[in-house]
Structures are given as structure tokens and as C-alpha cells.
């Protein structure tokens, strides 16, 4: 009997995203247990390089969300210790949490995406960024955390004040954005190829990080209920923005579109490299609709990361028996 191979399940961690890590990471742990590989899963702390090292995992499932997981760090770690992974590597992990520099590598290849500036948290208690309606977000957060739409409404059109409860209370700087109206889509990609697109209809508000994780407050139509054409142009940007970003594993890709404004309506917002394994995701829920159970989905993901491992060991080895 062939054993399986020795997972580590890394979730936790220290982010504003712990709890949905920890819930990814459970179910992760469980679907990989049940498909028979031996699992560990691990609560990251500080100590997480020396218990990855006790450990020693065939290879690591990373479930962690946000900074240190979702931005390269803990990825450039793993790669310093010879140590295989899932999901994306630390060049494009650090790329895709920061919205300006995706911005920045994203537009000049037709993506389109938001006009955007950073703006100084303090210069907004003076005036607007931006005409309204427009959206703050911290430049590299993710799950819609600290997410503001200033609409013409907002603290009645007077500019926003420094004892309003806002993201500009808690970080220095924060991305502006116009703010596109319409419908909230997401598209999953795995392996180069999009698994569908899905419509996000909050119960009220927008898709913030409370209506993306509590049951009941976003209902999820998949698939989206929209223009093929539109469909296929969402999925199309995906597979692009995945590619050019050099992801691995799933990504997930944010979009909204102006109904109103057809194909030329829809924009990208953002690039997920560590989009959610929870009851509630959106990546489970697009494989669930091509036949591709919570478990199998876990497994490809690790499988694909073998994979990959033992690519980049033979081009290594390849290259080093030329140099001899």
C-alpha cells in the first residue's frame, strides 16, 4: 500500500484575518484526512519556521489569510527552507496583496481597472480625493477589510471627519478609487482555467468583509446571471490576471460591472492569491458547480503543488548538470 503523502495545514496566524484562516485551515485539515494523507495542521506563531522544521511535511497546505501569509513572507521563508507549498509564490504573493503595484502591472496589459491615488489618511479630513461616489481601501489588505464607499451622502457632503469610524483611523495611507456601480462578480481560476462567475448580492451595503463571512448576509448566484458575453470577458481577465501575476494554485479575481455600460462596464478590482476554504468561499462553491467536490478540490490543489515541487527540481538539477 502506496502512503499518502505528509500535509501540513498552516492556518492562524497573527492577521485581522485569523478566524477565517482558522475556519479555512479546519476544513482543509479534515477534507485532506479524509482523503487519506496524513495531516498536520499548525496554528502559525512566531516559532512557525523551527515547528515547520519538526514537522517536516512532504509539503504545506497554506490556509492563512492576510500578512504574513498572503504577501510573501511566509513564502519566502518555505522557499529558503526547501520547504513545498500550495498556492502562489513570494514574488507574486507580495505583487497581489498590494493593490497599487497589481494596478501598476495589470493596466498596461488592457486589464482594466478603477482610476485610483493614494492618499495620506490626514488629507482626507480636508477635502475629497476624488469626486464622489469613490471607494478607500488600505493598499494591502484583503476580504474587503477597512473598505469605505464615501458616497454623496456621506457626513452630508462635508469632507470626513478625523472621529468617524473609517479605515483613515487605522492606516497612514489608504488607495482612492472611483467607485463603479453595478453588479459584484468573482471568478475562481485554477490551473489557467476559469471555474465560473458568480454574482454577490449583499443583503445591504456592498461586499465587505462582514457580509463576505456571515452566513446569510450575501446571497450567491452561481452562475451569475448575466450576458454570456460578459461572462466570458470576466473569466478571460481572470485566466490573464492569473497568468501575468505568475499565480499558482486557485486565485480568485474581484470584479464590478456597470450593467448599464455593457462589456466596457466590467473592471477589475483585485487579484485573491489566498482566496477562502470555508463553508461560505466562493472557490469551493464555482468547483462545487462543475462537479468538483470540497475534497477533490483540496487534493488538486496539492497535487498541483507536488507537481510543480518536483518541475523546479528537475530543471535545477538539469541546469546544474549543464554548468558541470
Not at 496524513?38 to 489569510?65: C, G, Q, W, Y
Not at 527552507?81 to 494596478?103: N, P
Not at 487579484?271 to 462553491?285: A, D, H
Amino acid at each position: 500500500m502506496i502512503m499518502k503523502k505528509h500535509v501540513a495545514v498552516l492556518m492562524g496566524g497573527w492577521s485581522s484575518e485569523r478566524e477565517i484562516s482558522l475556519l479555512s485551515g479546519q476544513n482543509v485539515a479534515q477534507a485532506l484526512k479524509e482523503a487519506g494523507y496524513h495531516v498536520t495542521s499548525l496554528d502559525m506563531d512566531r516559532d512557525v519556521a523551527f515547528r515547520l522544521k519538526e514537522i517536516n511535511p512532504d509539503v504545506v497546505f497554506n490556509a492563512l489569510h492576510g500578512t504574513p501569509g498572503e504577501d510573501g513572507s511566509i513564502q519566502g521563508m518555505m522557499d529558503l527552507m526547501g520547504i513545498c507549498y500550495t498556492h502562489s509564490g513570494m514574488a507574486t504573493s507580495a505583487i497581489a496583496i498590494d493593490k497599487v503595484l497589481t494596478k501598476k502591472i495589470l493596466t498596461p496589459e488592457n486589464i482594466p481597472m478603477p482610476e485610483g491615488v493614494i492618499v495620506s489618511s490626514d488629507s482626507l479630513y480636508q477635502r475629497d480625493p476624488l469626486p464622489r461616489p469613490y471607494v478607500l481601501k488600505p493598499v494591502n489588505e484583503g476580504s474587503s477589510v477597512g473598505v469605505a464607499i464615501i458616497d454623496k451622502n456621506f457626513n452630508d457632503g462635508q469632507p470626513i471627519r478625523e472621529d468617524q469610524i473609517g479605515p483613515w483611523q487605522k492606516f497612514e495611507h489608504l488607495l482612492a478609487e472611483s467607485f463603479i456601480k453595478g453588479k459584484e462578480l468573482t471568478v475562481a481560476v485554477m490551473g489557467d482555467k476559469a471555474l465560473g462567475v458568480t454574482e454577490l448580492r449583499p443583503s445591504h451595503g456592498f461586499y465587505d468583509y462582514e457580509a463576505k463571512y456571515t452566513d446569510g448576509l450575501t446571497t450567491h448566484i452561481c452562475p451569475a446571471d448575466i450576458p454570456l458575453d460578459i461572462a466570458e470577458k470576466a473569466m478571460t481577465l481572470a485566466c490573464k490576471a492569473h497568468q501575468i501575476l505568475g499565480c499558482k494554485g486557485p486565485s480568485r479575481s474581484d470584479f464590478r460591472w456597470d450593467d448599464e455600460a455593457g462589456l466596457e462596464g466590467l473592471f477589475l478590482l483585485e487579484v485573491n492569491t489566498q482566496p477562502g476554504m470555508t463553508p461560505l468561499s466562493l472557490v469551493p462553491e464555482q468547483a462545487k458547480q462543475l462537479g468538483i467536490s470540497y475534497q477533490t478540490l483540496c487534493c488538486m490543489i496539492i497535487e498541483e503543488a507536488l507537481i510543480l515541487s518536483s518541475d523546479n527540481c528537475f530543471n535545477e538539477a538539469e541546469m546544474a548538470g549543464q554548468s558541470g
